[in-house]
């Protein structure tokens, strides 16, 4: 992680690259991929022309922690349309769950489905516009400060 982060900041791109690619890798970690999120991350970055190592490192980022993300959005989700989600600790996310809780019935207004993907919108809106000004801020000004106490 540490060597990812070095590289990272010593990125020659502007900061509103680095911070957009980031951004854009990141969003595929609230949805479950198993392992194809950082690929697309690098799809992502290249359709957006944002910087891709830093794309890649979003998705990097987001990949150990997406059963969080994902009892996030049933989270948010069912806030939002006032139901109670079917997974709502982090023990009970598996696998073989979450392919079933997402992809059973995605568009019927009475399933888990709908509660995910409005819970994964809200969160990844809510989240990209905090990761960009987080990062840009992060290297427009910090950026040197921040290498140095890498290495």
Do not use: C
């Not at 020659?12 to 950082?38: D, N, R, Y």
């Not at 970055?45 to 910087?51: D, I, Q, S």
């Not at 995605?106 to 990062?135: D, E, P, Q, R, W």
């Amino acid at each position: 992680m540490k060597y990812y982060l070095i590289r990272l900041f010593r990125l020659q791109s502007s900061p509103h690259q680095v911070a957009l690619g980031l951004t854009v890798g990141f969003i595929p970690s609230w949805i479950p991929l198993f392992g194809f999120g950082p690929v697309l991350s690098i799809g992502l970055a290249k359709l957006t022309r944002a910087n891709t190592l830093s794309a890649f490192v979003g998705g990097v980022i987001g990949t150990p922690i997406w059963p969080l993300l994902f009892i996030l959005n049933y989270m948010v989700g069912g806030l939002l349309l006032d139901r109670q989600p079917r997974v709502d600790t982090l023990e009970e996310v598996e696998y073989a769950t979450a392919i079933q809780h997402t992809l059973s019935g995605f568009f019927k207004s009475h399933t888990s489905g709908l509660l995910f993907l409005t819970g994964a919108l809200i969160n990844i809106i809510i989240s990209s516009i905090v990761i960009y000004f987080m990062t840009f801020f992060l290297f427009k000004k910090y950026r040197i400060k921040i290498l140095n106490k890498l290495r």
